[in-house]
C-alpha cells in the first residue's frame, strides 16, 4: 500500500482521476492546524486503503496549487474530495475521521460489489468446448519402398 501523493500540478491531479477509478484528495496548508491534526489519520487510510488503479490518495497544498483551489471552490481547509472517474462525487469540510473512514469503507464496498459483478459476467460467458477426437492406426512396411499407412 502506499502513502498519499502529493499533487504538484492541475495536469498531475487531472491524469490520476483519469487512470484511477477513485481518487481521494485532502485539499490543505502547511500552516493549518486541523490539517496538521488529520493528517497522520489520513496518511494511514492511504497506507491500509490504497488500490493502484481503483483507489488513490493524495495531498494537494491549496497555497502550492492555487489553481486547483480555485477550481473546485475551497473556502476551508481541510477539505476532502472524493472523485470518481474524475468527476467530483462527494466533498467533506471537516476534521472528522469517522466520515472519511466512512467515504473509504463505502468506497471499497463499491470496488468489491464491482468486482464481483465483473467476475460473475466472467463466469458466464460462454465458454469455448472443444470437441476430443481419437485417432488410432497402424502402418505396415514391406521392403524399403512401398509404405503403407492406414488411419482409421
Given at each position: 500500500?502506499a ?8 495536469l498531475?491531479l ?10 481521494l484528495?485532502?485539499?490543505y496548508?502547511d500552516?493549518?492546524?486541523p ?41 476551508t ?15 467533506l469540510?471537516?476534521v472528522?475521521?469517522n ?8 468506497v471499497?464496498?463499491?470496488?468489491a ?14 465458454k469455448?468446448v ?8 497402424s502402418?505396415?512396411?514391406t521392403g524399403?519402398?512401398g509404405?503403407?499407412t492406414?488411419l482409421?
Amino acid at each position: 500500500m502506499a502513502t498519499p501523493t502529493q499533487i504538484t500540478a492541475p495536469l498531475h491531479l487531472t491524469t490520476l482521476a483519469g487512470s484511477t477509478t477513485y481518487v481521494l484528495a485532502d485539499f490543505y496548508a502547511d500552516w493549518c492546524g486541523p490539517c496538521k491534526t488529520i493528517a497522520p489519520f489520513y496518511s494511514q487510510l492511504s497506507t491500509q486503503n490504497t488500490v493502484p488503479g481503483s483507489l488513490a490518495f493524495v495531498k494537494i497544498n491549496v497555497d502550492d496549487q492555487t489553481e486547483l483551489a480555485s477550481k473546485y471552490s475551497i473556502r476551508t481547509i481541510p477539505t476532502f474530495i472524493l472523485f470518481k472517474n474524475g468527476k467530483v462525487e462527494q466533498t467533506l469540510n471537516a476534521v472528522n475521521p469517522n466520515a472519511l473512514k466512512a467515504i473509504v469503507q463505502k468506497v471499497k464496498a463499491e470496488l468489491a460489489a464491482e468486482a464481483k459483478k465483473a467476475e460473475a459476467k466472467k463466469a458466464e460467458a460462454p465458454k469455448e468446448v472443444v470437441e476430443e477426437k481419437t485417432v488410432s492406426g497402424s502402418y505396415g512396411m514391406t521392403g524399403g519402398n512401398g509404405w503403407k499407412t492406414s488411419l482409421n
